[in-house]
């Protein structure tokens, strides 16, 4: 049984930087890829960053240069480093993974309950 967890959200002002971690268990093996969502109030699901089975990652236009996918294998964890935050940020987090080889899907069978990260300008 996969769990992911999110974990690293909170509040902070435009400018500001925040990490979120995903604590990924019951997830076998290697080949896999993993990603983050996030949704803000009112508006549907957007993929803002990916990570596949042999590191590759692609990233949202509107967080290019500004937030960095990455991934520990030995504590099975996911990261999203998101610096100068804008208002236009916020929004619920999710961490998703699926088995996968090659490019990424767009679309995961696995989620995280969601950590909530808010930018206030």
């Known amino acids: 049984q996969v769990q992911l967890v999110e974990s690293g959200g909170g509040s902070v002002q435009a400018g500001g930087s925040l990490r979120l971690s995903c604590a990924a268990s019951g997830l076998t093996g290697s080949m896999h890829c993993m990603g983050w969502f996030r949704q803000a109030s009112g508006k549907e699901r957007e993929r803002v960053a990916t990570?596949?089975?042999?590191?590759?990652?692609t990233y949202a236009l509107s967080v290019k240069g500004r937030f960095t996918i990455s991934k520990d294998n030995a504590k099975n964890t996911l990261y999203l480093q998101m610096n100068s935050l804008k208002a236009e940020d916020t929004a619920m987090y999710y961490c998703?993974?699926?088995?996968?080889?090659?490019?990424?899907?767009?679309?995961?069978?696995?989620w995280g309950q969601g950590t909530q990260v808010t930018v206030s300008s």
């Open positions: 990570i596949d089975s042999i590191g590759r990652t």
């Open positions: 998703a993974a699926d088995y996968w080889l090659g490019t990424c899907p767009s679309q995961f069978r696995y």
